[in-house]
C-alpha cells in the first residue's frame, strides 16, 4: 500500500499540528457502545480544539486468564471499526498482533497500533511498516526510554516506502504487579526517536495481573500523570473511556469515565499551551 495524505486527527497528530487525543473502549465490546463514545469523545475534542483518534481492539491477544474475554474475533471488530470511521466520520486506531493481519487491518482503519509487549517483533513492525499506514508503537515495558529509537530504525528499514510513525510511553516494570513512569523518559525518547511522542495515561497505572488473574488499576492516578506528561511535552495523549468502568470486559479498573476524560482533557490543554515556549525552545 503507498502511503496516503494524511487527514484530520491523524494529520494532526503525526505532523504535530496540535495536541490529540487517542481514545476509546479497551475493547469493541458493541458497536453501539463504540458509535457512542466516538461521537460523545469526537465532540469533546472539537470543542476544545484537539485532534481525535478512535480507539477500540478487536483482540485482546494478551489477557491474563484464559477465560477473560478477548473480543468478537477480527472479522465482527474490523466491521465495527470500519462502521465508526465511516458513520461517525473519525479516523480510528487499533493493534494487531500477527504479520498476517497487517494488510487487512490497514484496509479497515487509519492507523495501526503495535502493543508494547510485541514492541521488537521485527517481522510485526515489519509487516505494518509495509502497509503504508501510519503506525503507533507503544514501547515496551521492559524496555528503557533510550531504546526507542531502535524501533524507529528497525521500522525504517524494514519497507521501502513505511508509512509515518509514533512512540507511546505506558509505563515500566517495577516489581511485580506495578508500573512506574520516569517523566525524564518522554523528554530521552522525543530526543533520540524525533518522532511524535504520545504518553498512555490509562495503561500506565495498569496493575498488571493483580487482581487473580485480572489486571487492576487507579484510574483516579491517571489524571495525575497525564497532566504531569504534558508539562514535559507530548504530541498526542492515550486514554482508555468507558461508561461504566466497573462493568467493562477488558481494563476497567484503570479507564476513565467520560466526565473523568473531559475533566482531564481541560487540565492538559491548559499545561500543554502554557508549556508551549519550552516545547518551542
Not at 33 to 58: H, N, P, T, W
Not at 69 to 74: A, I, L
Not at 182 to 197: H, N, S, T, Y
Request: glycine share 8%.
Amino acid at each position: 500500500m503507498q502511503p496516503e495524505k494524511l487527514k484530520g486527527g491523524v494529520a494532526d497528530l503525526f505532523e504535530r499540528r496540535r495536541l490529540t487525543l487517542i481514545a476509546g473502549p479497551c475493547v469493541a465490546e458493541s458497536w453501539a457502545l463504540c458509535r457512542d463514545l466516538a461521537q460523545s469523545l469526537a465532540a469533546m475534542c472539537a470543542e476544545r480544539g484537539v485532534g481525535y483518534i478512535f480507539k477500540a481492539s478487536f483482540d485482546k491477544a494478551n489477557r491474563t486468564a484464559g477465560s477473560s474475554f478477548r473480543g468478537g474475533g477480527m472479522a465482527a471488530g474490523l466491521e465495527i471499526l470500519a462502521r465508526v470511521r465511516a458513520e461517525v466520520q473519525v479516523p480510528v486506531i487499533t493493534d494487531i498482533h500477527l504479520p498476517e493481519q497487517a494488510a487487512p487491518v490497514a484496509a479497515a482503519v487509519d492507523v495501526l497500533q503495535i502493543p508494547a509487549f510485541l514492541s521488537r517483533q521485527t517481522d510485526l513492525l515489519a509487516a505494518a511498516a509495509a502497509t503504508g499506514r501510519p503506525v503507533n508503537v507503544k514501547k515496551g515495558q521492559f524496555m528503557a526510554p533510550q531504546d526507542g529509537r531502535h524501533i524507529v530504525e528497525k521500522f525504517r528499514r524494514s519497507s521501502p516506502n513505511p508509512g509515518p510513525l509514533a512512540l507511546t510511553e505506558r509505563g515500566s516494570c517495577f516489581g511485580y504487579h506495578n508500573l512506574v513512569v520516569d517523566m525524564r523518559g518522554l523528554e530521552i525518547m522525543r530526543a533520540q526517536a524525533q518522532v511524535p511522542l504520545i504518553f498512555d495515561a490509562t495503561h500506565s497505572v495498569q496493575l498488571p495481573s493483580a487482581q487473580d488473574g485480572r489486571s487492576g488499576g487507579d484510574r483516579q492516578m491517571a489524571r495525575v500523570l497525564a497532566r504531569a506528561a504534558a508539562a514535559v511535552g507530548i504530541d498526542g495523549l492515550f486514554c482508555e473511556v468507558h461508561p461504566d468502568p466497573d462493568n467493562a470486559l477488558s481494563d476497567g479498573p484503570n479507564s476513565l469515565t467520560p466526565v473523568m476524560m473531559a475533566d482531564t482533557l481541560d487540565a492538559v490543554c491548559a499545561i500543554h499551551a502554557a508549556s508551549a515556549p519550552w516545547r518551542a525552545g
